[in-house]
């Protein structure tokens, strides 16, 4: 199954860099990890650091990830991290509906294929998408439910995108707070 999920992420991260819908001034950000990964993180879109390195989160909001997913007991080559769009909006505003709905092809080939037991919403727009209904993360940040997306059934954790911690002390705390609870989820899947 290994072999045939890989494929099946080349084969999208393909289409996705001759996809026309994707911004002519931006790089493809494909989400990277392992096909056999239990756990994928799902961002909204690609900042400055990802549009030139090509990588999903390896700016400054990346960092705070690793830092985060270290503090959960979760190493980043263990898991599969990807956005909703897969190249940086102009201005790095938030993705349009009409960008999201041009990329939810690729995101939907990417759960099909790895077919996750939990995905984490990084941010109110991965957890929009997701969960298939508007959320305010203030309100729901540290959630867990049953979600389908894509034909998989899986477990959604929201919570806040890691560089909105770089800006509030507070919502720092509070996603330090929530990947401690994701730890404490990690166990009782794995048990």
């Keep these: 199954m290994k072999n045939e999920a890989e494929k099946i992420l080349l084969r999208l991260k393909s289409e996705a860099d001759k996809c026309k819908r994707?911004?002519?001034?931006?790089?493809?950000?494909f989400g990277v990890g392992p096909a056999t990964a239990k756990v994928i993180l799902v961002g909204e879109a690609p900042g400055?650091?990802?549009?030139?390195?090509?990588?999903?989160?390896?700016?400054?909001a990346g960092k705070n990830l690793n830092e985060l997913l270290e503090a959960a007991g979760l190493r980043r080559g263990d898991v599969y991290i990807?956005?909703?769009?897969?190249?940086?909006?102009?201005?790095?505003r938030d993705p349009t509906d009409e960008e999201i709905e041009a990329c939810r092809p690729f995101l939907e080939g990417e759960i099909s294929a790895i077919k996750p037991k939990l995905v984490v919403a990084l941010g109110r727009i991965a957890a929009r998408e997701l969960s298939g209904t508007p959320v305010t993360m203030s309100k729901k940040h540290g959630s867990l439910l049953d979600c389908g997306y894509a034909g998989v059934n899986f477990k959604l954790f929201m919570t806040y995108h890691p560089a909105a911690a770089m800006y509030s002390g507070r919502m720092k705390l509070e996603l330090k707070n929530d990947f401690t609870k994701l730890s404490k989820i990690l166990r009782t899947l794995a048990g």
Excluded at 22 to 29: G, I, P, Q, R, T
Aim: glycine share 10%; net charge neutral.
């Design 22 to 29: 994707l911004y002519e001034s931006a790089n493809l950000v």
């Design 48 to 60: 400055y650091q990802e549009d030139k390195q090509g990588v999903p989160f390896v700016g400054a």
């Design 82 to 92: 990807t956005n909703v769009v897969k190249a940086r909006p102009p201005g790095n």
